[in-house]
């Protein structure tokens, strides 16, 4: 598409805010909310015709989704008897899915080849957050759902969107691999510690099911996603595709013994929840691999770009199911919110960032610490609030959070881009 093209679809976007604007002040509400989405999608669409902003497209599309939620908010509460919030866990698990697929056990050699980077960042994360969280919660006296939802998003892994980030920042993107992979995959133990130590006073915390929650909405697809690309890529030697498909039915078998102990259920149950969880994580990636492989015949680029389009629908229909569902709470708190949002998602950069200078790492580490401290899965906390059926209220931060973070995170990232590293930077202080 030529750059006139997107050209008018900017020129339209702003014809279309100023015709808001018009609109709302003859109090037609309805025409209002139609404006201001279709504004925002010109928007998303004309800033792909530049490079230097091309990266806040996905950004401008989550926008137009959280003003569809808050001016037309029954179309994503209810469609007739069924619940649209029903679908946040299976989106959650297709996103989770898809970052699994992209993975093995080779992303996991970052811990050997570079120790101290993955250590900082990962135990940064998980001590900078919850407790920037909880102070926040305390100073600005929310409600304590809304409290308890500002520091579930701070107990949370690090998302994709970190490393997607760190990419467009030309940091070490092994390096956020690595670190987002371990941070989700140690979620199910430091999570539900973190959110029952710091949030136990906002809200009741169920530790076990909590970890069993976790299991369910991240662990299992992603390993259902390593499953998945074992067989689709023929790139994974016998002896480790043994090891490999061997540890994740014991994750499954281990799995199914936190789910008896919360159900408080007999052996009866036990196997029919293993056999149920090894068809659908286990043997359905599998097959499913094995028939796409001979479909695709080796070519995964499309599979992979629709795993993304995917992984994008899916979040941002997420956001909206939130913004939906609380979408009263959010009207009342919305302004300091979204105030307490952005100084908790800008202190973990700050706070991520300096602290990797401080132990001495490398620029280009320390670029990728700050993105993968400051940003959360959102997801996640989001599923989480569900789970404890407090989706409007404690799911309101996580929701509010993710949209932020991918325009902070955008600004940040082409902001470093134009100031690459240079390969022979000398580290400025010793290691402490």
Not at 344 to 367: A, I, M
Request: aromatic letters at 12%; proline letters at 3%.
């Amino acid at each position: 598409m030529k750059k006139a093209y997107y050209n008018y679809f900017l020129i339209g976007s702003a014809v279309l805010l100023r015709a808001s604007g018009i609109t709302y002040l003859s109090c037609s509400v309805t025409m209002t909310g139609i404006l201001l989405i279709l504004s925002c999608i010109g928007l998303a669409t004309g800033v792909r015709g530049y490079q230097k902003l091309k990266g806040f497209s996905y950004t401008l599309w989550i926008f137009a989704a959280v003003t569809a939620a808050m001016f037309f908010p029954k179309y994503f509460v209810s469609i007739g008897n069924f619940q649209v919030k029903a679908l946040m866990v299976p989106l959650l698990q297709i996103i989770m899915f898809g970052m699994g697929s992209q993975l093995s056990f080779a992303d996991f050699a970052g811990v050997i080849k570079m120790p101290k980077g993955v250590i900082v960042g990962v135990v940064s994360h998980y001590i900078i957050m919850p407790l920037v969280g909880f102070m926040i919660s305390r100073i600005f006296n929310f409600p304590p759902e809304i409290a308890a939802g500002i520091i579930l998003i701070g107990c949370v892994p690090s998302g994709l969107a970190s490393n997607v980030m760190s990419f467009l920042a030309r940091a070490n993107l092994a390096l956020a691999v690595t670190v987002g992979a371990i941070s989700t995959l140690l979620s199910p133990f430091v999570t539900p510690s973190l959110m029952k130590w710091l949030g136990g006073q906002y809200i009741e915390v169920n530790f076990w099911s909590m970890m069993l929650d976790i299991l369910n909405m991240i662990i299992f697809p992603i390993v259902a996603g390593f499953v998945f690309n074992i067989f689709v890529r023929r790139e994974t030697g016998l002896k480790s595709k043994i090891i490999q498909l061997t540890s994740y039915v014991v994750i499954v078998l281990l799995t199914t013994l936190i789910f008896i102990k919360v159900k408080d259920a007999g052996v009866r149950e036990f196997v029919i929840q293993f056999s149920k969880s090894m068809a659908w994580f286990f043997f359905l990636p599998m097959i499913g691999a094995l028939l796409l492989r001979e479909y695709l015949k080796g070519e995964t680029k499309f599979m992979e770009k629709m795993l993304s389009l995917v992984s994008m629908v899916g979040i941002a229909l997420i956001i909206c199911i939130i913004v939906a569902s609380g979408r009263d709470n959010l009207l009342k708190v919305g302004g300091l919110l979204i105030l307490t949002s952005l100084l908790h998602n800008l202190t973990g950069y700050s706070l991520g960032y300096s602290f990797s200078w401080l132990v001495g790492l490398p620029e280009r580490d320390r670029r990728t610490i700050a993105f993968e401290v400051g940003m959360q899965n959102g997801g996640l906390a989001s599923g989480l609030a569900l789970m404890m059926g407090k989706v409007a209220t404690v799911g309101l931060a996580p929701a509010i959070f993710g949209s932020l973070m991918n325009v902070t995170g955008s600004v940040l990232a082409n902001w470093w881009r134009e100031r690459p590293v240079k390969d022979d930077e000398k580290v400025e202080l010793p290691v402490v």
